[in-house]
């Protein structure tokens, strides 16, 4: 996506030039304004196009009415032909993921996510194949499997020690559940009283989708939206545990001054309500809760493998920006890398391999993921944020936590065909237990 600035664009027609003037009369002089297509929707929205008139239908068709026909669903009329087919989806009754059912003899059940968690998670979005299966089953609910319960352990003993220490990395092939094992962990320290800092999508912090502003004197930009929308959701899901810790001392936010005492919540309200005070307010915030000892924290970033490569963010010269220039992923990247710590918790992050554009061959070489090639340097800006990452491979299910998914999916009606035991060992076999690959056999019947 090409970024241009404001000020570069004459030829823009006046709809469009009175959405980016408005755009930038709100930055601040010490940044240099840069935009991207949404920057200009967000400023105000595009210019409704004219909806041209209709021909008058002709009356040799008749207009089908809602009464007419109320049989038909949004599945189409073939679920009249075929009913087999377009069973509708049962809710499903099961017991919750807490700490006290995260273990070993629960390996193989499907448990939902608490009640307690559910409104905290629904200020995040789901990573998306598993958006797919919660749009699919009600509740939201994943299997127990032993990978979970041997990484839960890792990050239960994190709680007394720095973030330095505990740094991992959840890797494995493409669908075999690193998404799955993450938002577990990110349910079951809101469970038990965390601060947690989920980011599910890292992609849409580098693909140029918020517009970003250069600081003055120097390479680095900042994302204000975005910095913004990070800090309420934090406050979003970590509130009545944030309304009770205060500032240790005095901090300039932006534009505003910001006293010793003040709650992390309100803390974040300076960055919720000033876009431009955001990037500061959530740095203020990660500092805050790094020195403090009350609570450990919990930092989750999916698709990691995002900020470990050039970004789609260009620079002056129109050249890809490494994260480390912008300060939102630089920030992150500074506990992802231990060069900043909290006193107590964990750094848990998960590879996606989706779209193999966005793999990071520099963090597949640093984890042991894939061998140097003699032919091909690396990125030696992005090399050092990689010292230190520990790995956890995520495997496939095994047979008893495929046939416990798979139980839940036939009380779910998500089994189309008759759910026998040779139906399952089919499909358990041609996924070969790949969780996504699974879900799709299941489902869709392939």
């Not at 496939?396 to 060992?425: C, H, M, W």
Request: with cysteine; hydrophobic share 40%; aromatic share 8%.
């Amino acid at each position: 996506m090409a970024h241009r600035l404001l000020t570069s664009t004459p030829l823009l027609n006046r709809t469009t030039q009175t959405l980016a003037a408005r755009a930038r009369a709100v930055v601040p002089a010490q940044y240099a304004n840069y935009v991207t297509a949404s920057a200009v929707v967000m400023a105000g929205g595009k210019a409704k196009k004219a909806t041209p008139k209709l021909k008058q239908q002709s009356n040799s068709f008749k207009k089908k009415t809602v009464s007419e026909d109320t049989s038909e669903s949004g599945s189409g009329g073939a679920a009249r032909l075929n009913e087999k087919y377009y069973k509708p989806s049962a809710p499903v009754r099961v017991e919750e993921f807490l700490p006290s059912t995260a273990t070993k003899e629960h390996v193989g059940q499907v448990l939902g996510f608490p009640s307690t968690v559910v409104p905290a998670l629904s200020q995040t979005a789901y990573p998306t194949f598993l958006n797919e299966q919660f749009d699919l089953i009600k509740p939201p609910a994943l299997a127990v499997r032993e990978s979970t319960v041997s990484f839960l352990e890792k990050i239960d003993q994190s709680m007394k020690t720095p973030s330095a220490q505990t740094r991992i990395v959840l890797t494995g092939q493409a669908g075999a559940g690193k998404s799955a094992v993450l938002l577990q962990t990110v349910s079951h320290c809101l469970s038990a009283g965390w601060i947690v800092i989920y980011v599910p999508k890292a992609s849409a912090w580098v693909n140029s989708s918020f517009a970003y502003n250069k600081v003055a004197n120097s390479t680095s930009f900042i994302q204000p939206q975005l910095a913004s929308n990070l800090a309420g959701q934090i406050n979003s899901v970590n509130k009545s545990v944030l309304s009770k810790i205060v500032m240790a001392e005095n901090a300039k936010v932006g534009r505003h001054e910001v006293e010793q005492g003040t709650t992390l919540s309100a803390l974040l309200d300076y960055g919720i309500n000033d876009p431009f005070a955001a990037q500061d307010a959530v740095e203020v915030f990660m500092k805050e809760i790094g020195a403090q000892n009350e609570v450990p924290t919990l930092v989750a970033v999916d698709e990691i493998n995002n900020l470990f490569r050039p970004t789609q963010y260009l620079s002056q010269d129109a050249k890809e920006l490494d994260p480390e220039h912008l300060k939102l992923p630089k920030l992150f990247l500074n506990y992802i890398s231990g060069k900043s710590s909290f006193n107590h918790g964990a750094i848990v992050t998960a590879t996606s391999d989706t779209f193999l554009a966005h793999k990071s061959e520099v963090l597949d070489v640093a984890l042991g993921v894939k061998e140097v090639s003699p032919y091909k340097s690396l990125s030696q800006t992005i090399m050092p944020w990689t010292q230190g990452l520990t790995r956890f491979e995520v495997p496939n299910y095994t047979r008893q936590e495929a046939k416990g998914v798979f139980d839940y999916y036939k009380k779910g009606n998500v089994i189309y065909d008759a759910p026998s035991e040779s139906f399952f060992l089919n499909k358990f076999i041609t996924s070969n237990g790949n969780p996504r690959k699974f879900f799709t056999a299941c489902a869709k019947g392939i």
